[in-house]
């Protein structure tokens, strides 16, 4: 037939050899007349591997490009088995350049999983809050071991980290306090900057960020691994709501453990500018309590320890979301791990901004 061409292939046909290149045989074809069908003639192939394989499957997608039937009926049986497999599977895209969308349909896209996201996380906090009822209800199952147990690691537990980083927190405020007020011959006033500040922003701000990385991140790697092992599926499957056996527990955890770890990072940060203030200043001990005393309010107290309470249920449920969003591999429950801890950290550094609004208004 006029209209059919027969690729001759011969020798060694190895891909460590110097193969021929596909394009040449488009260039010869293009020389002679139309071809509407391709065949192959490999009876004289001594040896083939792969190399032949990857010639066959350029040579055939160029064909389909240009509309030409192949057969493959030429090629050895194994290369035939091989091409079936490779063109089988889809080739993957990781690595190479694609062509990149429109800007604005970059922007729909990023809003509307946004947006989807934003519906979830309020789903999960609505579940959240009906779990609080149905345990106010006296109908939340969960064990009593498992808050027992995310107490103890969320509290005793955490007190070494928070020490530290509470003492240094109110090392390093009064040393910048100290600093700029002696200027004015206002040492004394450190007292009052460390404490103010401890009290009402930082000792809860402190204590939120490192239970996001610490707390929060663990139980979305906890819930995360339960999830890669089926088994918030088949507590599902048991009729355990996951939000009540799991995510309650992990939320009342830190509700009671925040609020009592603020107050302790309060007076490990106030202790950290006394020593700043005693041993810098030359200010007496009971000089620098009394300050610290009479600068402190119960209104900042409480505000501190109400914020606290507040980040605890973001640590908590930010964490246990990220951790039942998780994919079922190892890289997902990282992913979810490092997921927690971030939004975790912004979510606390919004709320406090939305506190310190509404605290100016109401002239606290």
């Known amino acids: 037939m006029p209209d059919v061409a027969r690729i001759e292939l011969a020798g060694v046909w190895r891909k460590e050899d110097r193969l021929a290149d596909p394009d040449d045989v488009w260039r010869q074809l293009q020389a002679g007349p139309p071809v ?61 350049a694609r062509e990149r969308p429109p800007w604005l349909v970059r922007i729909g896209a990023r809003t509307t999983a946004a ?9 999960f906090l609505g579940d959240g809050i009906f779990a609080v009822g149905a345990l106010m209800r006296g109908r939340a199952r969960f064990r009593l071991i498992d808050l027992l147990t995310v107490i103890q690691e969320c509290g005793p537990r955490a007190l070494g980290i928070v020490s530290l980083i509470s003492f240094l927190i109110g090392l390093i405020l009064g ?5 700029q007020l002696q200027q004015f011959g206002a040492s004394i006033f450190v007292a009052n900057l460390v404490a103010v500040a401890m009290t009402r922003e930082i000792g809860c701000i402190m204590t939120a960020i490192v239970m996001a990385g610490r ?12 999830t890669t092992n ?24 830190l509700i009671l453990m925040m609020p009592l770890l603020t107050i302790y990072a309060d007076l490990v940060g106030i202790l950290g500018g006394a020593v700043v203030g005693v041993g810098m200043l030359g200010l007496g001990p009971t000089e620098y309590f009394e300050q610290t005393r009479g600068a402190v309010s119960l209104a900042d107290f409480f505000i501190g ?16 979301l990220r951790g039942m969003q998780s994919g079922r591999s190892a890289e997902a429950v990282g992913l979810a791990a490092t997921s927690a801890v971030v939004t975790s950290i ?19």
């Open 36 to 96: 509407h069908r391709l065949t192959f003639d490999t009876s004289r192939v001594a040896e083939w591997d792969s190399g032949l394989v990857t010639f066959a499957i350029k040579v055939l997608e160029e064909g389909n490009a240009r509309g030409i039937e192949t057969d493959r009926t030429g090629l050895p049986d194994g290369a035939q088995r091989l091409l079936r497999l490779a063109l089988a599977v889809p080739e993957r895209q990781t690595g190479r």
């Open 115 to 123: 947006w989807a996201q934003t519906v979830l996380a309020l789903a």
């Open 175 to 179: 040393f910048v306090g100290a600093v």
């Open 215 to 226: 707390t929060g991140a663990a139980f979305a790697a906890q819930l995360g691994t339960m």
């Open 230 to 253: 089926q088994e918030i599926d088949a507590l599902s499957t048991m009729g355990i709501a996951p939000m009540e056996f799991l995510v309650l527990p992990r939320m009342l955890a």
């Open 305 to 320: 320890v109400s914020k606290s309470a507040v980040f605890g249920v973001v640590v908590a449920l930010v964490g246990c």
């Open 346 to 364: 912004v979510l606390i550094i919004v709320i406090d901004g939305i506190f310190a609004v509404i605290l100016n208004v109401l002239h606290l």
